[in-house]
């Protein structure tokens, strides 16, 4: 079985904090996603990664950074939280390949809360 | 990527078959359909893909018409653990296949 894990399923940080959400994939996925769900906006890709030390912008990538040292993990930074990043942040991973198109497997997600 | 147009929910008893549809007009022809559900509290589950061909697997069968406009999703034997937001994507396959955009996908409730 394909698994994604995220270091924390409930974070509480204070404003101005710097965050650090940590994804891991057991599966040697080349691709890995990180996502945020908001209740009426569905979810938005925030960055994605297609291999080690690439990155991506996805849609809403202002006030986040990302980091992908080792093939199987792909870090989320907040640099200084900001209370309209709370939210439900969802980390995925795929297989990368031309002509078919690989689904997407996600881990449970991180509740965050900026007070 | 074309957009997609579901019911925001539906029920269905336990046991029966669950039918959620999704119109994708749209939809160009590399473009592949997609299932995810969301359990409360869970991330997406990845379901089903099809781009012309119905498909079956163990979890459910996609029904896609032959103008390619519209799909329908068959949960054959829904039971209590189905209850979730079901979402209908389509993306482009190939290097750039990256992206998925989910809608706000049907509620499916399954009553006991």
């Known amino acids: 079985d394909v698994k994604v894990t995220q270091s924390s399923r409930y974070l509480v940080k204070r404003t101005g904090e710097k965050v650090f959400l940590e994804c891991v994939q057991d599966?040697?996925?080349?691709?890995m996603f990180w996502y945020r769900q908001d209740p009426g906006l569905g979810l938005r890709l925030i960055y994605f990664?297609?291999?080690?030390?690439m990155k991506e912008k996805g849609d809403i990538p202002e006030g986040y950074s990302v980091s992908r040292e080792k093939k199987e993990r792909f870090s989320l930074i907040l640099e200084s939280a900001s209370t309209n990043q709370t939210s439900m942040y969802l980390c995925?991973?795929?297989?990368w390949g031309t002509g078919a198109s690989y689904e997407q497997y996600f881990g449970p997600g991180t509740r965050l809360t900026v007070t | 990527d074309a957009k997609t147009t579901q019911p925001p929910s539906m029920d269905c008893a336990e046991g029966r078959a669950a039918n959620l549809p999704c119109n994708h007009s749209?939809?160009?022809?590399?473009?592949?359909v997609y299932w995810y559900r969301q359990i409360h509290s869970q991330g997406p589950q990845y379901i089903i893909h099809g781009l012309k061909n119905n498909e079956t697997n163990e979890m459910a069968s996609l029904i896609i018409t032959e103008d390619r406009k519209s799909s329908t999703l068959i949960l054959p034997h829904a039971t209590l653990r189905d209850t979730a937001v079901y979402y209908c994507i389509v993306r482009v396959g190939g290097d750039s296949s990256y992206k998925l955009i989910f809608g706000s996908g049907t509620r499916l409730l399954v009553r006991p």
């Open positions: 995925a991973s795929s297989l």
């Open positions: 990664s297609y291999d080690v030390k």
């Open positions: 749209t939809i160009s022809g590399n473009e592949y």
């Open positions: 599966m040697d996925h080349e691709n």
